[in-house]
């Protein structure tokens, strides 16, 4: 129909993001048994994607033809804690609040949940601040529970999340990563802590004209404070 759309995407930054997600599944693919990857780069203070990468090729038939920046849902592992973290700041909880990394089992449904660190130790008394620099797993999951899953759950959505569900198919183990999410949702909360707490809608257009020159669509910043 003629329109003309100019997307957000810079194209140096564009062209480095496919040459660097090709790279690391050529050095990385053996060693963690990959054979794709996929690249999402947001500027903070606009919402605008700069670079976008789906697949390693989109050519190739076996692992490309699909966006898994966009199409995708995965878990986030340890990525997701700031975000449970964040929810505990908003409720009054001060980075000096002390919580014990000690062997807990929670009492919960459909059945009693006991998570591990990473390293397969216990450290003691320790504050939130130390707990998320080290990403200590039983100190986040007692901080979700203090601050609560239908509360950690409602936080998350005011940072953009949207695939998460209801209470009946998340437990304390989001915290760790156990919920699937959207790359680009989760690209895009991170880019609210980069923007000092200001959300901005996640957007790749910035302009369509009609075959006349007339404007039909404009980009605006409208951030809202989270």
């Given at each position: 129909?003629?329109?003309?759309?100019?997307?957000?995407l810079?194209?140096?930054?564009?062209?480095?993001?496919?040459?660097?997600?090709?790279?690391?599944?050529?050095?990385?693919?053996?060693?963690?048994?990959?054979?794709?990857?996929?690249?999402?780069a947001?500027?903070?203070?606009?919402?605008?994607?700069?670079?976008?990468?789906?697949?390693?090729?989109?050519?190739?038939?076996?692992?490309?033809?699909?966006?898994?920046?966009?199409?995708?849902?995965?878990?986030?592992?340890?990525?997701?804690?700031?975000?449970?973290?964040a929810?505990?700041?908003?409720?009054?909880?001060?980075?000096?609040?002390?919580?014990?990394?000690?062997?807990?089992?929670?009492?919960?449904?459909?059945?009693?949940?006991?998570?591990?660190?990473?390293?397969?130790?216990?450290?003691?008394?320790?504050?939130?601040?130390?707990?998320?620099?080290?990403?200590?797993?039983?100190?986040?999951?007692?901080?979700?529970?203090?601050?609560?899953?239908?509360?950690s759950?409602?936080?998350?959505?005011?940072?953009?999340?949207?695939?998460?569900?209801?209470?009946?198919?998340i437990?304390?183990?989001?915290?760790?990563?156990?919920?699937?999410?959207?790359?680009?949702?989760?690209?895009?909360?991170?880019?609210?802590?980069?923007?000092?707490?200001?959300?901005?809608?996640?957007?790749?257009?910035?302009?369509?004209?009609?075959?006349?020159?007339?404007?039909?669509?404009?980009?605006?910043?409208?951030?809202?404070?989270v």
């Amino acid at each position: 129909g003629g329109l003309k759309v100019i997307t957000t995407l810079d194209l140096e930054k564009q062209k480095i993001a496919e040459e660097e997600v090709k790279k690391g599944v050529e050095q990385n693919g053996k060693k963690y048994k990959l054979t794709n990857a996929a690249l999402t780069a947001l500027d903070p203070k606009t919402g605008q994607v700069v670079a976008m990468v789906g697949s390693k090729d989109y050519f190739e038939t076996e692992h490309g033809q699909f966006n898994v920046v966009t199409k995708a849902r995965r878990q986030p592992g340890s990525s997701m804690k700031p975000m449970i973290y964040a929810a505990a700041f908003a409720r009054g909880f001060p980075p000096t609040t002390v919580l014990w990394d000690v062997d807990t089992v929670f009492q919960v449904k459909p059945k009693p949940y006991q998570p591990v660190n990473y390293d397969g130790k216990e450290h003691g008394p320790m504050n939130l601040r130390t707990a998320l620099q080290g990403s200590i797993n039983i100190p986040a999951v007692k901080l979700m529970y203090l601050v609560g899953v239908r509360e950690s759950l409602e936080f998350a959505r005011t940072l953009g999340y949207t695939t998460l569900g209801d209470e009946s198919n998340i437990g304390l183990s989001l915290v760790l990563g156990g919920g699937g999410v959207s790359f680009l949702e989760h690209v895009g909360a991170y880019a609210i802590f980069a923007a000092e707490g200001m959300r901005r809608p996640i957007s790749s257009v910035l302009k369509i004209e009609d075959s006349t020159g007339s404007l039909l669509y404009e980009w605006k910043d409208t951030p809202v404070r989270v």
